[in-house]
């Protein structure tokens, strides 16, 4: 093992120090029918993210699946240990690492147009599925005036209202599955869309706002006037330490980081729901994945940038700046 590989394993080791000192102690959780875990919130994760980030995929690997195995032992949750959760981690912080290598060389331009594509995709599938279902006549209440739901004929409506009804139709309990059907193929998509519209002004404000300069400016007054002084607005300390360091934009590691952090919290949400929390069959796996979902989200969005924050630090600091090569 060389020197390098050896300090970023010790600069590893520190990383997840701190993430089980913080699950440890400022952790928290959000009940979830009946399961006083269900949601778990805090910031530790941002620390096994950062190996990901700083080292490569399999050092992310490493402290993500170590991180979930030695954070049960040294505070269980209720319940067995569920190896298959650890394998997740391990699998997700293993894919965080290579999405940064792939995104991370990607142009501010090229990765916008790629969000701004897929926003307006979902965007537009959201709204196709909202005005479909809305001209055949199909509601959250469409079962309710229907005698018998599996005679319903559905060769006169267009494609998402026959996916819907032909998925629901024969179901034991059609007018409760309809909803949840409705909002996987309308709200999700919409909801989606919105995120990618607030994840591009956001992006866009940070950069514009950075492109002025911070600190003090020179201000030419006039042709035959002196030069002027001109002091920068009271919020450009805050934004040039939300600015990313390393081409000036939050997109990539904002991708890297909150879409990773949804599949892994889907696949562990799949895990609870079939497996662990046998209570929880009695809901739809939607009722289970979306507050989940939600929060996930909204820690990812604080992790981001935390992140930044972090890797300015090792910026700053030539010793773990020269690991990261």
Not at 45 to 61: K, N, Q
Not at 140 to 150: G, M, T
Not at 307 to 320: D, G, S
Request: with cysteine; proline share 5%.
């Amino acid at each position: 093992m060389t020197n390098k590989h050896l300090r970023r394993l010790i600069t590893t080791a520190v990383f997840l120090a701190i993430s089980l000192i913080l699950r440890m102690t400022v952790a928290g959780y959000i009940p979830l029918f009946g399961v006083a875990s269900g949601i778990r919130v805090g910031v530790h994760g941002v620390f096994t993210i950062m190996p990901a980030i700083l080292f490569g995929p399999w050092y992310g690997a490493m402290a993500s699946g170590l991180g979930d195995w030695l954070g049960f032992l040294l505070r269980p949750e209720g319940g067995a240990w569920l190896w298959q959760m650890t394998i997740i981690m391990t699998v997700g912080g293993f894919v965080r690492g290579w999405a940064w290598r792939v995104l991370r060389g990607r142009s501010q331009v090229g990765t916008r147009s790629v969000v701004a594509a897929a926003t307006v995709l979902l965007l537009a599938f959201g709204g196709f599925s909202m005005l479909q279902l809305h001209q055949d006549g199909i509601n959250s209440q469409f079962y309710e005036n229907v005698e018998n739901p599996s005679a319903v004929d559905t060769s006169q409506m267009g494609y998402i209202s026959r996916l819907l009804i032909s998925r629901t139709q024969n179901t034991a309990r059609p007018y409760y599955f309809l909803p949840r059907r409705m909002a996987e193929v309308v709200h999700a998509p919409l909801g989606a869309g919105a995120f990618g519209i607030a994840l591009l002004g956001l992006d866009f404000y940070l950069t514009k706002k950075m492109a002025k300069g911070e600190g003090r400016k020179l201000r030419i007054v006039g042709a035959n006037s002196t030069p002027q002084i001109q002091q920068a607005p009271w919020y450009s300390g805050l934004v040039s330490k939300l600015q990313a360091p390393w081409n000036g934009s939050i997109m990539p590691l904002a991708l890297t980081i909150i879409i990773v952090s949804l599949l892994i919290n889907t696949a562990n949400s799949v895990l609870l729901w079939a497996v662990a929390m046998p209570g929880w069959r009695a809901f739809p796996f939607t009722y289970i994945w979306l507050p989940r979902a939600v929060a996930a989200l909204l820690i990812s969005i604080v992790n981001v940038f935390i992140a930044v924050f972090l890797m300015k630090v090792c910026e700053r600091l030539p010793h773990l700046k020269a690991l990261t090569k």
